[in-house]
Nanobody
Framework: VQLQASGGGLVQGGGSLRLSCAASGRTFSRDGMGWFRQAPGKEREFVAGISWNGDRTFYSDSVKGRFTISRDNAKNTVYLQMNSLKPEDTAVYYC?????????????????WGQGTLVTVSS
């Protein structure tokens, strides 16, 4: 499966962005999916995950209550709605396909990654 992330950009603090991750090559409707991010000089970190059918979602403490992950299996697309953005959310955001029906936060449990989309939040 190939993953294509989009929707990044420059936004003021307090603003919103919606990232999309389109899958091609095969359906991902039986796969858990996740979003990660990597800020300059920092390690890649888990942001959010969603189970294969969308009935379970998971968030890091740093984004809980501000970000929402969702999916549309008919469109082979996963979304990350980001509200109340802060400068510390600035990073390259990656979508990834989990090896599991219900994703975990460990990057080693994902076997396909998108190319990343840059989100920059100004203060």
């Amino acid at each position: 499966v190939q993953l294509q992330a989009s929707g990044g950009g420059l936004v003021q603090g307090g603003g919103s962005l919606r990232l999309s991750c389109a899958a091609s090559g095969r359906t991902f409707s039986r796969d858990g999916m996740g979003w990660f991010r990597q800020a300059p000089g920092k390690e890649r970190e888990f942001v959010a995950g969603i189970s294969w059918n969308g009935d379970r979602t998971f968030y890091s403490d740093s984004v809980k209550g501000r970000f929402t992950i969702s999916r549309d299996n008919a469109k082979n697309t996963v979304y990350l709605q980001m509200n109340s953005l802060k400068p510390e959310d600035t990073a390259v955001y990656y979508c990834a396909k989990s090896l599991l029906f219900t994703p975990e936060s460990k990057s080693g449990t994902y076997d396909a990654w998108g190319q990343g989309t840059l989100v920059t939040v100004s203060s």
